[in-house]
T-cell receptor, first 115, second 114 residues
Framework: KAGVTQTPRYLIKTRGQQVTLSCSPI?????VSWYQQTPGQGLQFLFE???????NKGNFPGRFSGRQFSNSRSEMNVSTLELGDSALYLC??????????????FGQGTRLTVV | GENVEQHPSTLSVQEGDSAVIKCTYS??????FPWYKQELGKRPQLIID?????GEKKDQRIAVTLNKTAKHFSLHITETQPEDSAVYFC?????????????FGTGTRLQVTL
């Protein structure tokens, strides 16, 4: 079956602009989590959606937002982009909420560069 | 707190030696402990996981041990090879007060030298 698909793979934006990233989970998975990864850094948790509801939120400013659709596809939006937002954005899908007892599968990520 | 602590942050071993990475977690109800490997420029991928009803699990050169009483689990790689060089992340589902969240450790950069 198809894996987790993230689009676009690469993106270059200018400071002050906004961006929307998309994540299509594995078929049947209802949980989608988003992470920010900067060079040499770990996986900074952004938020998690399950059945169209945000279940968890990380410590990021309100410029970062997300949503999940009825088909479990998820989008995240970053408004008023800053240089420090340049990073690899990864999403992960799993069957259950919070990945309790179930594996989380990662997409290939979207590499965002803010200039 | 709601966290997973991972040590060491960097680890360098010679080819053929063993490598051990340790993690501790805060939620005593956590029952699933995966380990992910992220090679340079690639996505994290699951390499092994363990559930709370067992104390050890092996898969060829990789093993994970779990001590639920002490709330820690470890990844063991034996006979390391250059292709084992990567960043390794442990994770555990941690209750945040409103929902469970798969929480990752800060990662261990493993370098296997010839």
């Amino acid at each position: 079956k198809a894996g987790v698909t993230q689009t676009p793979r690469y993106l270059i934006k200018t400071r002050g602009q906004q961006v929307t990233l998309s994540c299509s989970p594995i078929s049947g998975h209802r949980s989608v989590s988003w992470y920010q990864q900067t060079p040499g850094q770990g996986l900074q948790f952004l938020f998690e959606y399950f059945s169209e509801t945000q279940r968890n939120k990380g410590n990021f400013p309100g410029r970062f937002s997300g949503r999940q659709f009825s088909n479990s596809r998820s989008e995240m939006n970053v408004s008023t982009l800053e240089l420090g937002d340049s990073a690899l954005y990864l999403c992960a899908s799993s069957l259950g909420q919070g990945s309790r007892n179930t594996e989380a599968f990662f997409g290939q990520g979207t590499r965002l560069t803010v200039v | 707190g709601e966290n997973v602590e991972q040590h060491p942050s960097t680890l360098s071993v010679q080819e053929g030696d063993s490598a051990v990475i340790k993690c501790t977690y805060s939620d005593s109800a956590s029952n699933y402990f995966p380990w992910y490997k992220q090679e340079l420029g690639k996505r994290p991928q699951l390499i092994i996981d363990i559930r709370s009803n067992v104390g050890e699990k092996k898969d060829q050169r990789i093993a994970v041990t779990l001590n639920k009483t002490a709330k820690h689990f470890s990844l063991h790689i034996t006979e390391t090879q250059p292709e084992d060089s990567a960043v390794y992340f442990c994770a555990a589902p941690i209750w945040t007060g409103t929902a469970s969240k798969l929480t990752f450790g800060t990662g261990t950069r493993l370098q296997v030298t010839l």
